[in-house]
């Protein structure tokens, strides 16, 4: 019997058992703490939606014991595997866990971290923060962070890298958390492993005069002369006072916002010839603040070359723009008000209408789990709330949550509960995101039990790989132990279940002190809740 308050999308998927603990599966292992650890820098089963915590010794407890047990090498492939597949949500546990290899006593463990440097740190910034994490670990000890083997690996880091790619980079992020590159290459006494990358180092620790000295009058390579052209594009930039001159260099040469003064970004005109080659996450982030500046008017060609952008499949595809990260950069533009400071704007209809066709197209950029899905709302408290953080209310927030699943997940249950029991819901994958609101807070509320879903499987013989219960509520009440349910369910289907309970106005409750791998607790919710509940249901924490 179907109930009414469900939508199903059919199954086409074949289930395995799969986990990632030891003995028992759903024993929390120190593995599977370590990739909790690794994907949003907590060990427990509590993710917090925007909270970016100093990463520390007190955190990383399975680390810590993994190293000790001789399995660092493992744990550096673990590490490997959360920055490059874009498991991780936050990449600073991933750079705090390799300083800390690369400091171990045991050699292999220190060779393996040290080696996996440029794949792990594949910016300037990582960099600086896999060196500062270094230094930090190091506080209070006599001997320095500067041995053979840093020095090997970040000349390495320098020297593996493309010419072009390092000189964009190198001028783009010149220093973060406390170190230059300057600093970087002198402690490091790196030996450029070829001309184009001497000329970048003598750049970064000479300056340009002592490159064009050394470089001017030579018979170079083709790459050392694209190189040198280059510096000297970013440098005239750098001198130049020319509105002018500064936007043809800027469109010729594809620079960014990072490589100007910031006296040229006071310019309107600099502002629309950056705005046509920005990065599309970049230019959705502050289309705000070009709104508030009149750089982007209504009407203007400008503004419709971005609303092409904004929508363009291609663009979308390119960036791998999420449909919630859309959302959030919607409901925070529509808002018409920045967070911090005092800028305000209008919000421009044709930004706002070009950003909902890019929230629809933007699906295509969800990679399907293929997990047997139920995702069930909350609907006994008012959804008017707002998500801590962001300009979205609790009622679209999960609207949008169950359409993600509907629309991306073949085999989808969509559920809503209120007064302890299912109440008729009619969420189906072709709505759009108003209609599915409305559907919502259509529901009138009362007493809640958040077990309810669970049940509902388990009496109906619905084998579920991943329950997803959206909640105002940080405190909620049971009519049964949701972990008593969750283990009720398996026993009586044989399936490999886990719940995900999210308080999207929470600030910090867990659903119960257990050890059960298959349970997550998420307060709050943010781009990256949507990330931690896919690893999950992947048995990848």
Request: with cysteine.
């Amino acid at each position: 019997m179907e109930p009414s308050g469900s939508t199903t999308i059919s199954s086409s998927s074949n289930h395995t058992l799969n986990s990632t603990g030891g003995g028992c599966p759903w024993e929390v292992s120190d593995k599977a703490r370590l990739c909790r650890f690794l994907c949003y820098g907590s060990e427990g089963d509590l993710y917090t939606a925007r909270e970016e915590g100093h990463v520390s010794m007190e955190s990383a407890g399975a680390l810590l014991s993994l190293l000790q047990e001789g399995r660092g090498t493992e744990v550096v492939e673990e590490i490997k595997r959360f920055t490059q597949d874009g498991r991780a949500v936050r990449l600073g546990p991933s750079f705090f866990a390799l300083a800390l290899c690369s400091q171990h006593s045991e050699l292999k463990t220190r060779q393996a971290a040290f080696k996996a440097l440029k794949e792990v740190c594949r910016d300037p910034a990582h960099l600086f923060l896999f060196i500062q994490n270094k230094k930090e670990l190091k506080e209070g000890m006599k001997c320095g962070i500067w041995g053979r083997a840093l020095r090997k690996a970040v000349s390495d880091w320098y020297n593996e890298q493309d010419a072009m790619s390092l000189a964009a980079a190198v001028t783009k992020c010149k220093q973060r958390e406390g170190w230059s590159h300057q600093d970087l290459l002198r402690l490091s006494h790196t030996k450029p492993a070829n001309e184009a990358i001497a000329l970048i180092s003598k750049y970064v620790t000479k300056g340009w005069k002592e490159v064009q000295v050394a470089f001017s009058d030579k018979e170079n390579s083709d790459e050392v002369v694209r190189v040198l052209s280059y510096l000297e594009v970013v440098e005239k930039v750098k001198h130049s006072c020319d509105e002018t001159e500064v936007i043809n260099l800027i469109e010729e040469h594809k620079l960014e916002r990072e490589q100007l003064l910031t006296d040229h970004l006071k310019s309107k005109q600099v502002w629309r010839a950056l705005l046509k080659e920005m990065p599309l996450q970049s230019l959705l982030r502050i289309l705000g603040k070009m709104t508030a500046n009149k750089i982007l008017e209504p009407g203007s060609s400008e503004t419709q070359a971005v609303c092409d952008r904004i929508q363009s499949e291609t663009a979308l595809k390119k960036a791998k723009i999420h449909p919630f990260s859309l959302l959030l950069s919607s409901e925070n533009y529509k808002r018409g008000q920045g967070y911090q400071g005092k800028t305000k704007w209008e919000p421009d209809n044709s930004i706002l209408k070009a950003m909902d066709s890019a929230f629809y197209k933007s699906f295509m950029n969800v990679e399907p789990v293929g997990k047997r899905f139920v995702v069930a709302v909350d609907v006994s408290t008012s959804l008017s709330s707002i998500v801590p953080g962001t300009s979205i209310s609790t009622a679209v927030a999960a609207a949008a949550i169950t359409m993600i699943f509907a629309r991306t997940e073949a085999d989808t249950h969509v559920l809503a509960y209120s007064e302890g029991t299912l109440v008729p819901c009619s969420i189906s994958a072709d709505m759009t995101l108003a209609q599915a609101t409305v559907e919502l807070v259509k529901i009138p509320g009362g007493s809640t039990d958040c077990t309810l879903p669970i049940t509902w499987a388990t009496e109906n013989g619905k084998a579920v790989d991943v329950f997803i219960i959206l909640t105002n509520n940080p405190l909620w009440t049971f009519t049964a132990s949701p972990v008593e349910s969750l283990k009720k369910h398996r026993q009586k289907l044989g399936a490999n279940s886990k719940l995900v309970m999210c308080g999207l106005t929470s600030i910090g409750h867990a659903i119960a002190d257990t050890e059960d791998r298959g349970l997550l607790s998420i307060c709050g919710f943010d781009l990256g809740a949507l990330n931690v509940i896919r690893n999950l249901a992947q048995d990848l924490i």
